[in-house]
């Protein structure tokens, strides 16, 4: 069935330092592809979305980009600060549900 | 725009009594889903509802569990009988069928069973 894996965490990065969190997929079909964000206490927020290969989906800095022959959706960010510190979460939608990776947290301390 | 509202943020219980949650999606959303996140989890699909039909249903969510989406609106998630294992966080997502589908979730409904 579709999955979804993406590197565990803690990541614990230094403020202005550059972010990859590794997201690899397996799927049936031609699925769109989110990352989600989650701050302390809070539900999920979406960051980005690619619903097709090649596609790329960015928002505050963050870039993502479907790559279907790696199978892989890396979460990039250049430089880092200290409100980015929550958990990301990386999702597979074919049909209704989403699938959802395991979550990376990230903390970036000043 | 309100966003997809969730009542109530909190809740704890004991072991056995009936708890219900209530989720207030996006006004003109017509799905409506529910998921289940345990610590350190990603959320986990429980149901689904396109206008008032609950179109699927995961293994996850046994007998106890029952939701209800009443004229296509606002949808409740009852547990009966809670166990200590149901302790999570509930999260009510919406959205608008079509072919950029997107979900939009609410702040969460956390339960605790003692």
């Known amino acids: 069935g579709d999955s979804v894996t993406q590197m565990e965490g803690p990541v614990t990065l230094s403020e202005e330092a550059c972010l990859t969190i590794?997201?690899?997929?397996?799927?049936?079909?031609?699925?769109?592809l989110f990352w989600y964000v989650q701050y302390p206490g809070e539900g999920l927020q979406l960051l980005l979305k690619?619903?097709?290969?090649?596609d790329k989906g960015s928002n505050k800095g963050f870039e993502a980009t479907y790559r279907k022959e790696t199978t892989s959706f890396h979460l990039e960010k250049g430089s880092v600060q200290v409100s980015d510190s929550a958990v990301y979460f990386c999702a597979l939608g074919s049909g209704y549900a989403l699938n959802f990776g395991k979550g990376t947290s990230l903390l970036v301390t000043p | 725009d309100t966003g997809v509202s969730q009542d109530p943020r909190h809740k704890i219980t004991k072991r056995g009594q009936n708890v219900t949650f209530r989720c207030d999606p996006i006004s003109e959303h017509n799905r409506l889903y529910w998921y289940r996140q345990t610590l350190g989890q990603g959320p986990e699909f429980l149901t689904y509802?396109?206008?008032?039909?609950?179109?699927?249903k995961s293994r996850l969510l046994s007998d106890r569990f029952s939701a209800e989406r009443p004229k296509g609106s606002f949808s409740t998630l009852e547990i009966q009988r809670t166990e200590q294992g149901d302790s999570a966080m509930y999260l009510c997502a919406s959205s608008l069928s079509g072919r950029q589908e997107t979900q939009y979730f609410g702040p969460g409904t956390r339960l605790l069973v003692l």
């Open positions: 590794n997201c690899t997929y397996t799927a049936t079909g031609y699925p769109s």
């Open positions: 509802f396109q206008n008032e039909a609950q179109l699927e």
């Open positions: 690619a619903t097709k290969a090649d």
